[in-house]
C-alpha cells in the first residue's frame, strides 16, 4: 500500500515543480459586493449583461459552490490575504470606517503577498485596502477610530502604517476603507497620501437615487472623483502592468485589483449611465464587467494574457438595499437562487462567483462543483509558485490546482467554515450537503421589520439554537432540521468546536 501512495506523491511533486518553472503572472480581481445572481453566467435571469466576466468563464472554470470567508468586507479580505479565518484573530468581526485600524494582520504574519514577493514577484495592490491601518496626529498618537471626528486629526505629513506596504506589496494606489463610503475620501499612493482632504464632501452634487444613500458625508480630496473611483484604479492598474513587462518582463507580477464596484453607493461613471435598463445599480455592475474586459485586454495587448492566471470573486454577497430595489423594480436578484444577502449566514450572504482562467493548465468552458473558498487562494499559489507554507500560515488554506487541472478524484475540503457579521459569534459549518448555522436567525441583518421583513420565511424550528439544512434537498434554506436530525447537528458543531480549539481547518503539523 506504500508505493502506490509513494508514486502518486512524487507524481504530484513533480507536476507543481514543473508549474512553480513556469511561475505565471497572477491577476487577482476582486469585486465588492457582487452577487451570485449578479453575472449572467451565474444566472440566466440576471437583468445585467456581463459579456466580459461570462467570457472569462466561458475560457477558463467557473465554481459553483465557491464562498467568501466571511458575509462582510474586511474581514473576508483578511482571509483573502492571509489564508486565515478572520474570526480566529482579535477584532476578526469588525468592519472598519475612516481611519480605523490598526491592521487585523499581525506583525510577521506571511501573507498572500510576501509569499509571491519571496517567490520572485513583483506585487502591487490597486484599489480598496479595508484590513485596517494605522494614521497619526501632530503629536504622533495612533488614530485607530472611524469617527469623523478622529478623522479631522490625521497628520497628513506621516506615513499611513499597517498598510499594504507593511504586508507584502511593494506598489499601492488606493483607500483606506470602501473608497465612496467612508469618512475619508482621500488616494493612498504607496504609504502616504499626497493631496489630503481640503474640506468636507458636497453630496448635493451627486446623483440622487435609491443605490445612492450608503455615502457618508466625510472630508474630501480635491483629486477624488466620486463617480470615476473604479476608471482611476483601472487606469493604475494598466499602468502597474505596462511598466512591469518594460522594466522586468523576465519577472512574474501578482496584482491584485480590488475594485469599489460594486458596492454601494451605485455612482457609475456617466459613459456606463443608462446603459443597462436595470437602474443605477445594474449600470454600476455594467460598469465592473467592463473593467474586467479591459483589464484582459491590457493582458492581450501586452502579449501576456496565456502566461496570466486570472482569478475573479467577490469579498460577500449583495447588500440589502440593492437587493430590495433590484427584486421590486427590475425583477433583477443579485442572491438568486439563494436565500439571504450580504451580512447573512445564508448562503446569498457567501456563495460568490469565483472564476478561473489559466490557459494550458484550466480546461476552458469547466465548471466545478468542488467546495472552495477565497483562503485557498494562498495554498493553490503556493503550490503553483513552488512557495512552502510554514505551520503557522495558511491554516484555513486548502491546495486547489488538483480541481483546476481536473485531476480531483474526491473532494479537497473535509469542511467549510463561515463567519457572519458578528464573528465568532455568527459561524457555521459545511461538509458535504450538509450545513449547520451555531445560532438563531440570520447572524446579521434584521428581518423582523422594516425593508427586510418581506423576505422572513416561516420558521421551522423557532426553539431550536441552531439551524441545520440540506442544501443537497432544500438549498433554500427553508426548512431547519437541527430538531429533526440531532445526531448530524451536534456532530457538524463537535466539527466546529474542535477546528476553533485547534485554530485552524486544516491538518495540524506533523511533530
Given at each position: 500500500m506504500k508505493t502506490p501512495r509513494l508514486i502518486i506523491t512524487l507524481i504530484t511533486l513533480g507536476s507543481s515543480l514543473s508549474i512553480a518553472a513556469e511561475r505565471p503572472n497572477v491577476l487577482l480581481i476582486l469585486a465588492d459586493d457582487l452577487g451570485y445572481g449578479d453575472v449572467?453566467?451565474?444566472?440566466a435571469q440576471s437583468k445585467v449583461e456581463t459579456p466580459n466576466i461570462d467570457r472569462l468563464a466561458k475560457e477558463g472554470m467557473r465554481f459553483t459552490d465557491a464562498h467568501s470567508p466571511a458575509t462582510v468586507c474586511t474581514p473576508s479580505r483578511y482571509s483573502l490575504m492571509t489564508g486565515q479565518m478572520a474570526f480566529r484573530v482579535p477584532g476578526g468581526g469588525t468592519v472598519f470606517q475612516g481611519a480605523g485600524g490598526p491592521s487585523l494582520i499581525a506583525?510577521?504574519?506571511?501573507?498572500?503577498?510576501?509569499?509571491?514577493k519571496k517567490q520572485g514577484y513583483s506585487t502591487a495592490a490597486m484599489g480598496k485596502w479595508h484590513v485596517g491601518l494605522t494614521f497619526r496626529?501632530?503629536?504622533g498618537e495612533a488614530i485607530h477610530s472611524g469617527k469623523l471626528d478622529d478623522a479631522r486629526r490625521i497628520d497628513f505629513t506621516r506615513?499611513?502604517?499597517?498598510?499594504p506596504l507593511d504586508h507584502g506589496f511593494e506598489r499601492f494606489f488606493g483607500t483606506a476603507c470602501c473608497p465612496t463610503t467612508d469618512w475619508l475620501y482621500a488616494f493612498i499612493d504607496g504609504d502616504r497620501i499626497p493631496v489630503p482632504p481640503q474640506g468636507p464632501l458636497d453630496r448635493s452634487?451627486?446623483?440622487?437615487h435609491p443605490y445612492a444613500n450608503d455615502c457618508r458625508g466625510g472630508l474630501i480630496a480635491p483629486d477624488f472623483?466620486?463617480?470615476?473611483?473604479?476608471?482611476?484604479?483601472?487606469k493604475k492598474s494598466r499602468e502597474f502592468m505596462q511598466e512591469h513587462m518594460r522594466r522586468t518582463p523576465e519577472k512574474p507580477f501578482f496584482l491584485y485589483h480590488a475594485t469599489q464596484a460594486v458596492h454601494l453607493p451605485s455612482f457609475a461613471a456617466p459613459e456606463f449611465r443608462n446603459k443597462t435598463q436595470a437602474g443605477p445599480h445594474g449600470d454600476f455592475i455594467g460598469e465592473f464587467d467592463h473593467i474586467v474586459g479591459e483589464l484582459m485586454k491590457e493582458l492581450e495587448t501586452l502579449g501576456i494574457a496565456d502566461k496570466t492566471l486570472v482569478l475573479l470573486s467577490s469579498d460577500n454577497g449583495p447588500e440589502t438595499t440593492s437587493i430590495v430595489h433590484m427584486r421590486a423594480d427590475y425583477h433583477h436578484d443579485g442572491a438568486r437562487p439563494w436565500r439571504g444577502m450580504k451580512r447573512d449566514a445564508w448562503e446569498g450572504g457567501h456563495r460568490v462567483p469565483f472564476i478561473v482562467r489559466w490557459p494550458g493548465h484550466v480546461k476552458g468552458d469547466s465548471t466545478s462543483d468542488q467546495l472552495?473558498?477565497?483562503?485557498?487562494?494562498?495554498a493553490t499559489l503556493a503550490t503553483i509558485t513552488g512557495a512552502e507554507l510554514p505551520h503557522d500560515a495558511a491554516e484555513d488554506s486548502f491546495n486547489l490546482l488538483p480541481v483546476l487541472e481536473g485531476k480531483a478524484s474526491a473532494p479537497v475540503r473535509p469542511y467549510l467554515l463561515m463567519q457572519a457579521f458578528s464573528g465568532q459569534r455568527t459561524l457555521s459549518i459545511r461538509r458535504g450537503n450538509w450545513k449547520y448555522i451555531d445560532h438563531r436567525g440570520s447572524g446579521g441583518n434584521n428581518y423582523a421589520n422594516g425593508e427586510l421583513k418581506p423576505f422572513t420565511l416561516p420558521e421551522a424550528a423557532p426553539e431550536a439554537p441552531g439551524q441545520l439544512y440540506d442544501l443537497a434537498n432544500d438549498p433554500g434554506e427553508t426548512t431547519n432540521l437541527y430538531s429533526k436530525k440531532p445526531a448530524i447537528a451536534a456532530e457538524l458543531k463537535a466539527l466546529l468546536e474542535q477546528s476553533k480549539r485547534e485554530d485552524r481547518s486544516t491538518a495540524p503539523p506533523q511533530p
Open positions: 449572467r453566467c451565474y444566472n506583525p510577521g504574519r506571511l501573507t498572500l503577498p510576501a509569499m509571491l496626529d501632530s503629536a506615513r499611513v502604517e499597517g498598510g452634487k451627486l446623483p440622487k472623483p466620486m463617480e470615476e473611483v473604479d476608471l482611476l484604479f483601472l472552495a473558498c477565497l483562503t485557498d487562494v494562498m
